[in-house]
């Protein structure tokens, strides 16, 4: 028996070895310019959140495109992978976490199972415990044997079962990593240039475009506004027009006064019609300069859902969201790269953002821009 236990706690500290452990990341609290701090990183996993769907959505349509092209009707696998399962996660967020650590259940199983096993055999080995302090009887072990049982079966069952738990741990993380990812992409926007009202969800820009996510008071939208849309250096702001170059879309995202909650339309208003020249710095100030790279929050309820728990985990690192704002960086790929406060450092980012995100070297397709096999 001691060495059966001592032989599965070897093995199961070995497999955990191998296997991803969840790591918490904690908040960066390092410069990335004079107004902006990094925030945490993203949790470590595959690039794979977001999936992409083409989905535009205009407010004028006509009844003949309708009836010639009808609008595509949810298949048999769309309705069981969209199922939700115990614990709130669709079948198609279990699978796409199955994929991401194929080996988590296994390790999870064997974990258990050997918890279960040790405990099984402290039980016995209690039994004969009891037997060898009580004395009488024939197959009683030596006492010391017994107690060098128990302390084997009780260490086994301590390792495995933490084991055990930090994989469902780091499972339940990832799970719910991939569960805001579908919620990220399934947010809509306005682009500001367009003219019919276009409805664009965030998913239409996976592959195509990364995403700046601001998020801040009045105060701070009316200085990422300036910081587009006015010359406030020595030469003329071309921020707006490299941004576009460097396939970023920018979403204004206005918080009311409790800092974790939006109203419908108040960021295009406030935007367009309440954003004025601070001083005499702001020259040339044109609000339209910034209309190619910018699109508005649509769906104030879901935006609110989404941006709660990010200005929480910025209020809990001691940051006031609405005073300094908020910026999520999204990938090509729909994955986060960096969370940080303060305005954007424009130029940095420009200069740096296909080596930070790593579009240069390696997204799909990238060949034709960058040259190459």
Known sequence: MKLGNSLALVV??????????????????????????????????????????????????????TATNPPPTPTSNDQFLSQETFGG???????????ESPFRKVRFLFFAGSTGSALTALYFSALSTVKAAVGGYSDAPPLQEALT?????????????????????????NLERIARGGKLASLVVEPAASEKRMMV??????????????????????????????DQLADENSFAESLVQSDVVVVPLLLNADGASVTEDATKQFWNEQVEPASDDDRNFDISRADPVVAFPKGARFWSE??????????????????????????????????????????ELIATMEVMDGSRFGMPGDSERYGGP
């Open 201 to 230: 969800e965030l998913k239409q820009y996976r592959r195509k475009s990364r995403v700046l996510i601001c998020a801040g008071g009045k105060d701070y939208i009316r200085r990422l506004a300036l910081s587009l849309t006015s």
């Open 12 to 65: 199961g500290v070995a497999l955990a070895q191998t296997g991803s452990a969840f790591v918490a990341r904690p908040i960066h609290s390092s410069r990335a310019s004079a107004d902006a701090v990094l925030l945490r990183e993203s949790s470590p996993s595959n690039d794979k959140d977001g999936d992409a769907v083409a989905t535009v959505v205009t407010s004028s349509s006509s009844s003949t495109n």
């Open 306 to 347: 989404y941006i709660e728990s990010e200005v929480e985990t910025a209020d809990g690192q001691g940051f006031n969201v609405l005073e300094k704002g908020i910026t999520l960086t999204v990938k090509k790929n729909g994955r986060i790269l960096r969370r940080a406060t303060g305005l954007p450092p424009w130029g």
């Open 149 to 173: 049982n128990d302390a084997i079966n009780i260490g086994a069952a301590i390792v495995c079962g933490v084991l055990a738990y930090r994989d469902y741990q780091a499972g339940q993380a």
């Open 89 to 99: 996660y669709t079948v198609k967020q279990r699978l796409r976490e199955e994929v």
